[in-house]
C-alpha cells in the first residue's frame, strides 16, 4: 500500500478496502486534497496559524523562536477538500546540530508538499533571513509558493501596506494574503486559497481525524511547551521531554498515568526548571496537565522529573535518543 508525506494513504489506494472506509464514500467529483506547509523565520507565527485553520491545537506555540521542532500536520476537513497542514521549524542558521537537522526537516517537506505558504510578520522588517527563503524557494523549480503576511493585527493600515509592498520585491508568489491568526481575519480566506493549489483526490485522511501525531509525542510537546513559559531566552532551546511511559492505572480505566522527564543541558539550567524548592516545576506539572487532559478527555496522573544531558544539542548520540 503507498503511502503519502505523513503516513496518509495513497490515493490510489481508496477503496472499500480501505481501512477507514467501511462502504462507499461520497464526496464531490472535484473534491480536493493534499500538502501546504509553511515556512519562514522562526516565530512568525506559522504554529498559531495552522492551529487557526485546523480549529484545535495541534502545535504548540511560544513567544521564543524554534519552539516548533519538527513537521507537525493538522488536518482541515472541508465539503470540497480536504487541507493537510505541514507546520515546520523555522529556517534559521544553525549553530548546533540540532539546528542543522530543524533545517534538514523544513528543506525536506517543502520539496514533498503540493503548496507553500512563506510566512513573514507584518511587525517586523523584511530582513535577510527571508530574502535567504525567498531565494531558496525559487531554486526549488516549484509552483510559485503564496505569500502570507502574518500578525496584522499587531499594525495599523499604513504599516500593514508598507510590508504588502516590501514583501512583494522578494520574489513571485501566487497570492499576497495579509491574515491575523489571533482575530481569526482572513483565515477561511487564506484556506480557500490554498485548496485550489490542491489536486483533485479523495480525502487523505478518515473524516474527523485533526493530526496523526501519536499521542505520546503531543503530550511531550504540551509539556515543553508550559516549560518554556516565562523563562530565560537562553533556555528554550536546551529543553527536550520524552515521555517514558504512558498507560491506564491498574484498574482505573479513568485515569492515565504518564512518566515524563524533562532534559536541559546544565545544572543553572535544572534549577531554573525546578524553580525555588521545585515551585516552578509544580507550575508545569499544572498547567500541562490541564492541557494533556483537555487533549484526551480524561483524567491524568503526570509525574515529571528534570534530568540533564551535557550538550544534547550538540551531541549526535543524545540527539538520537531525544528523538531528532
Same mark, same amino acid.
Given at each position: ?9 495513497? @490515493? ?13 464514500? /461520497? ?34 506555540? #511560544? ?8 513537521? $507537525? ?15 515546520? +521549524? ?52 516549484? +509552483?510559485?509558493?503564496? *505569500?502570507?503576511?502574518?500578525? !496584522?493585527?499587531? $499594525? ?21 494574503? @495579509? ?16 485548496? !485550489?493549489?490542491? @489536486? ?5 485522511? +478518515? ?10 509525542? *503531543?503530550?511531550? /510537546?504540551? %509539556?515543553? /511547551? ?15 521531554? %520524552? ?29 531554573? %526548571? ?6 516552578? *516545576? ?5 498547567? #500541562? ?8 478527555? *480524561? ?26
Amino acid at each position: 500500500m503507498n503511502r503519502q508525506p505523513g503516513g496518509a494513504l495513497d @490515493p490510489a489506494d481508496r477503496g472499500t478496502g480501505s481501512p477507514w472506509n467501511h462502504g462507499p464514500v /461520497e464526496y464531490p467529483p472535484d473534491h480536493r486534497a493534499g500538502f501546504a506547509c509553511f515556512v519562514g523565520r522562526p516565530n512568525v507565527g506559522k504554529s498559531t496559524l495552522a492551529n487557526a485553520l485546523v480549529g484545535s491545537k495541534i502545535a504548540i506555540t #511560544s513567544n521564543r523562536p524554534q519552539t516548533t521542532r519538527h513537521a $507537525v500536520r493538522g488536518i482541515v476537513h472541508r465539503q470540497d477538500a480536504q487541507l493537510v497542514l505541514v507546520d515546520t +521549524p523555522g529556517l534559521h542558521r544553525p549553530r548546533t546540530l540540532l539546528g542543522q537537522r530543524l533545517n534538514d526537516v523544513v528543506r525536506a517537506t517543502w520539496s514533498e508538499v503540493d503548496v507553500v505558504g512563506f510566512c513573514i510578520p507584518a511587525d517586523q522588517p523584511v530582513g535577510p533571513g527571508d530574502r535567504y527563503i525567498a531565494t531558496e524557494l525559487a531554486r526549488l523549480n516549484r +509552483p510559485d509558493p503564496f *505569500m502570507i503576511v502574518t500578525k !496584522t493585527d499587531l $499594525v495599523d493600515r499604513d504599516q500593514l501596506a508598507n510590508q504588502l509592498i516590501a514583501v512583494s520585491q522578494l520574489g513571485e508568489f501566487r497570492e499576497i494574503i @495579509p491574515v491575523s491568526a489571533a482575530a481569526g481575519d482572513q483565515v477561511e480566506l487564506l484556506a480557500d486559497l490554498l485548496v !485550489t493549489a490542491l @489536486p483533485v483526490s479523495p480525502p487523505l485522511y +478518515p473524516a474527523g481525524e485533526l493530526t496523526d501525531e501519536p499521542e505520546q509525542v *503531543m503530550v511531550a /510537546e504540551l %509539556i515543553r /511547551e508550559a516549560a518554556l513559559e516565562g523563562v530565560r531566552d537562553e533556555l528554550p532551546h536546551s529543553v527536550a521531554v %520524552i515521555v517514558e511511559e504512558m498507560g491506564p492505572r491498574a484498574g482505573r480505566e479513568d485515569l492515565l498515568d504518564i512518566y515524563a522527564n524533562v532534559y536541559v543541558e546544565r545544572q543553572s539550567q535544572k534549577a531554573i %526548571i525546578l524553580g525555588a524548592r521545585g515551585a516552578r *516545576m509544580k507550575q508545569i506539572g499544572t498547567s #500541562s496537565r490541564a492541557h494533556i487532559e483537555a487533549l484526551l478527555g *480524561m483524567k491524568v496522573y503526570l509525574d515529571l522529573h528534570v534530568k540533564i544531558a551535557k550538550d544534547w544539542q550538540r551531541d549526535p548520540r543524545q540527539l538520537r535518543r531525544l528523538g531528532f
